[in-house]
């Protein structure tokens, strides 16, 4: 079973920057991708940011949505078996709650649907004016 625990939301003002975590037990685990959604009032949930530990060339690669890239960051900490989120430059439409999502035992690439996930975080808050 895994566990992922988000934290680091907040408000900021427009332009600003704030890193989120997310802490996953996937140690166990020799290949997952892990991925960032928000989702705002009345809005469909999306996809940020997705990470894999490998892909099918090996390495390690991040993907990202058209509307961060650039600005957003994900990266990923074995060592401590956490996934950040570094979002600089944020602006109001950034605003909504943000989950991390785990699939473990996967290869991939690209930016996957929510239904690529098997396991959900509680949501942390982004609040940008």
């Known amino acids: 079973h895994v566990q992922l625990v988000e934290s680091g939301g907040g408000s900021v003002q427009a332009g600003g920057s704030l890193r989120l975590s997310c802490a996953a037990t996937?140690?166990?685990?020799?290949?997952?991708?892990v991925g960032w959604f928000r989702q705002a009032p009345g809005k469909k949930r999306e996809g940020v940011a997705a990470?894999?530990?490998?892909?099918?060339?090996?390495?390690?690669?991040?993907y990202y949505a058209r509307s961060v890239k650039g600005r957003f960051t994900i990266s990923l900490d074995p060592a401590k078996s956490t996934v950040y989120l570094q979002m600089d430059t944020l602006k109001p439409e950034d605003s909504g709650m943000y989950y991390c999502?785990?699939?473990?035992?996967?290869?991939?690439?690209?930016?996957?649907?929510?239904?690529?996930?098997?396991?959900w975080g509680q949501g942390t808050q982004v609040t940008v004016s």
């Open positions: 999502a785990a699939a473990p035992g996967v290869v991939g690439s690209g930016l996957p649907d929510s239904d690529f996930f098997s396991y």
């Open positions: 996937l140690v166990t685990y020799d290949t997952y991708c």
């Open positions: 990470i894999y530990n490998t892909d099918y060339s090996g390495a390690g690669s991040a």
